[in-house]
């Protein structure tokens, strides 16, 4: 799946956040909850170092509950990094990160210093939903379009935390042709930048292999058919999605199913697993 990640804004962001870096305490990495590892920046990770991040797994109210407690499990694994699930949507779950940050650096607040911390995130994972949220007050624009940031913001949230927000444009780790479709599924990539009976065909193999019971019911399917393609030939069947002669409309049908997937009508779904992701790092290791 070709895109083009405006390498501008990229550029301009990774310049940026290498300037800055030394300065920060603590970062905040927003994710999508229901893809955790393709919604990731690999760039955060090169220039982190040993500074401690925050994983927000945010968008949690659309993913599935048991695969988001086996990521937070996974990235609280690794070294200096703390994970929360979280839903921008409500105000309740948001209220944890600023203590989460107060446990993870405690010297600079006895010291009575601005605690330092830099918020970054691919476009439409929430980043600024949630800086929203945490300034209380108009900071950041929303919105699907991705927004860029113009220049470097330093948001006072009060509590002795100075928010860095990272200008320019983060670009996803599409380091699979998986991690690809996913974030098209998810609403991450604009849908003039694919084919949408390519994106659903994908959508609709994985929901046979870990939904299975939410495709039948959702669609009145008695039998899954053995592809992807075929499986979106019958929910245009049972949603009149029909030319004449009979055809079915597929892009139509595929609307239907990438809408009704990100509206969580099929239920919280997530698109990868920790164990479905190390194992495909480990084939595209071996393959290099
Ligand atoms: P960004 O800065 O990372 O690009 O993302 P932004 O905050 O603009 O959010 C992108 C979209 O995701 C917005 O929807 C926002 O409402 C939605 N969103 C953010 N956090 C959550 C969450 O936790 N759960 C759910 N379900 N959605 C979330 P939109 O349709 O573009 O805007 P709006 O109609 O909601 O204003």
């Known amino acids: 799946m070709a895109i083009n990640w405006y390498p501008g804004h990229m550029h301009k962001a990774q310049k940026e956040i290498k300037d800055i870096i030394s300065d920060i305490d603590l970062i905040i990495e927003v994710l999508d909850a229901r893809i955790p590892n393709s919604s990731e920046n690999p760039m955060i990770a090169q220039l982190r170092g040993e500074k401690p ?145 390519d994106v659903a065909s994908y959508l609709a193999d994985y929901l046979v292999v870990s939904y299975p019971e939410q495709l039948k019911t959702r669609y009145e399917l008695e039998e899954l058919a053995p592809s992807g393609y075929e499986i979106l030939e019958d929910i245009g069947r049972k949603r009149g999605c029909l030319r004449s002669g009979g055809r079915v409309e597929i892009n139509k049908a595929a609307k239907i199913l990438l809408t009704e997937l990100r509206e969580t009508v099929l239920g919280r779904i997530s698109m990868e697993t920790p164990q479905m992701c190390m194992a495909e790092q480990l084939a595209i290791d071996k393959k290099l």
Request: some cysteine; aromatic content about 4%; overall charge positive.
């Open 53 to 197: 991040c925050i994983k927000i797994l945010n968008k949690s109210d659309l993913a599935d509950a048991d695969t988001t407690a086996l990521w937070i499990e996974h990235f609280k694994s690794h070294k200096n990094t703390d994970a929360l699930a979280v839903t921008a949507k409500t105000q309740e779950s948001l209220q944890k990160i600023i203590p989460r940050c107060k446990d993870i650096v405690v010297r600079d607040v006895e010291e009575g210093k601005p605690m330092r911390v830099l918020i970054a995130g691919i476009p439409n994972v929430g980043k600024s939903t949630i800086i929203n949220a945490l300034a209380k007050r108009i900071v950041a624009k929303t919105g699907n379009e991705p927004a860029v940031t113009k220049s470097q913001q330093r948001i006072n949230i009060g509590s002795g935390i100075t928010l860095f927000d990272t200008p320019g444009m983060l670009w996803p780790k599409i380091h699979s042709e998986d991690s690809g479709y996913r974030l098209a599924v998810t609403g991450a990539i604009k849908e003039t930048a694919f084919e949408l009976d």
